[in-house]
């Protein structure tokens, strides 16, 4: 081992040392930038203010806008459950009602909220009338019988399975 290796080591260690601590410098220097930029922009109205007057002003901002937070977070609660009330699952089954008659011209149309209640409206087309029904739904079922397209209408609008005798449509929510 020569004299010049121990010397040769302590210069490179030496250097990289130099090398991390420019690095290092480097990084605090890009930090302190952009806490200099932040503070920048909390005291750009505050020329001439002191600092706790400007921090009890910002303290205060802060304040209010969680009081606005939570006075929306419970707007956006009571909307939740106005939405679980609102007719929003609809169905649409067109069938023919009579063998003598083509095209699909009747039909039954279920509008339920969330929780299953709503209504079933159906209309019968024969060549020379129509009839039109309507029938509450609480909880997915009705008190008064239903056919079997109206059954049908009704999974459907709920999610269920709707096979049945008729056409199952859903509206397009951006239609019209």
């Known amino acids: 081992m020569s004299a010049a290796d121990p010397l040769a080591w302590t210069a490179g260690l030496a250097l990289l040392v130099a090398v991390l601590a420019v690095l290092l410098a480097l990084a605090l220097h890009r930090r302190q930038h952009r806490l200099s930029e932040r503070l920048r922009t909390v005291f750009a109205e505050a020329e001439g203010e002191e600092l706790t007057t400007v921090l009890a002003r910002q303290a205060r901002r802060v304040e209010a806008t969680e009081a606005r937070v939570e006075g929306l ?104």
């Open 73 to 176: 977070e419970g707007r956006i609660e009571g909307l939740r459950g106005d939405l679980r009330q609102v007719l929003q699952h609809v169905a649409v089954v067109r069938y023919d009602a009579f063998g003598d008659m083509g095209g699909r011209m009747s039909f039954s149309v279920a509008l339920v909220d969330d929780h299953g209640d709503g209504m079933v409206l159906s209309s019968i087309h024969a060549r020379g009338e129509s009839r039109t029904y309507a029938k509450g739904v609480v909880g997915g079922r009705s008190d008064q019988t239903l056919s079997p397209e109206e059954q049908q209408a009704l999974a459907a609008a709920r999610g269920e399975d709707a096979s049945g005798p008729g056409r199952v449509e859903r509206p397009r929510a951006d239609a019209g």
